[in-house]
């Protein structure tokens, strides 16, 4: 009896695995809110519907409040742009699925939660997100640090986010004719150099 002990052991955790894999860890994105779903996984080139997702999520969490209800109302899209960007440069596309699974499923210690990172309210993806900045771990700071790179591109660069913050289109006639103009000149400020 004792040497079928580690037998039963081994089918039990082998069982275990089985059902975590099958009923905690949905695929696609059956278990995500409607409105960090893309609107078709067909447009998609590098990113698949779970990680479009993923990096929805977190570049609201980025954008903060404002920009967060565009992207909910569906009027910016950062995951689209991030997705159209890397399918340019093939060799970060393997990267950025890695890092946005380890964002989505790392459960703790490795991050601070137990459910998948679009399943958190907007505090306890905060306090992912701040522990990813934070981490003693350099693989983390960096996948940190890269998504907020590419969150950033991919939100900026978007002309209604310059709209809606106020700021001059920069390639377009009056940015650039903002960027050329002269600022005025204060006498008492001017600085004198002496040889």
Known sequence: MDALAPLQRRAFLRFAGVVAATTLLPSGCSAVSSDLRPLSADTLSVLSPRAYA??????MRLAGPGLAREIRARNLD????ADAWVARRPALGDALGQGLVVLEWAVWPLLPKWRPFTSLHDTGQDRVLASLAASRMDLLRDLYRGLKSLATLA?????AVRRSLGAPDPFDVPGIALALRELPRDPKSSMKIEP
Not at 155 to 159: G, H, I, R
């Open 78 to 81: 950062p995951a689209g742009v």
């Open 54 to 59: 993923t990096f929805q999520a977190f570049s």
């Open 155 to 159: 939100l900026y660069t978007q002309p």
